[in-house]
């Protein structure tokens, strides 16, 4: 089990940067895949990048491409998502998740959550 805790959310305009942080207690944090997961008001959970247990594998959904980058310290055990050039559609609560089973694209293959964290980006 991990108990997972994200920071770094705020409001920005467009074309700002922010750094998301995933915070994990509990001693199997290097036993998980990460993932970042975001929701928007009235729309569907949407995998935004996903990490594999030892940080050599990667997945970005295709909106984030050449703008987002996910990393992860297992020595502190934290994940980062550099969030660069955003937009005002990437507003949403983003939340980083323990993978379970399934495709690291699904949101239902995560199965530990954090709280989330807002992210609003102005026009």
């Known amino acids: 089990q991990v108990h997972l805790v994200e920071s770094g959310g705020g409001l920005v305009q467009a074309g700002d940067s922010l750094r998301l942080f995933c915070t994990a207690s509990?001693?199997?944090?290097?036993?998980?895949?990460i993932g970042w997961i975001r929701q928007a008001p009235g729309k569907d959970r949407e995998v935004v990048a996903a990490i594999s247990r030892s940080g050599n594998n990667k997945y970005y959904a295709e909106f984030v491409k050449g703008r987002f980058t996910i990393s992860r310290d297992n020595s502190n055990n934290t994940v980062f998502l550099e969030m660069n050039m955003l937009k005002p559609e990437d507003t949403a609560v983003y939340y980083c998740?323990?993978?379970?089973?399934?495709?690291?694209?699904?949101?239902?293959?995560?199965?530990?959550w954090g709280q989330g964290t807002q992210v609003t980006v102005s026009s």
């Open positions: 509990g001693p199997f944090f290097t036993a998980y895949d």
């Open positions: 998740a323990a993978q379970g089973q399934g495709s690291w694209a699904q949101p239902i293959a995560y199965g530990y």
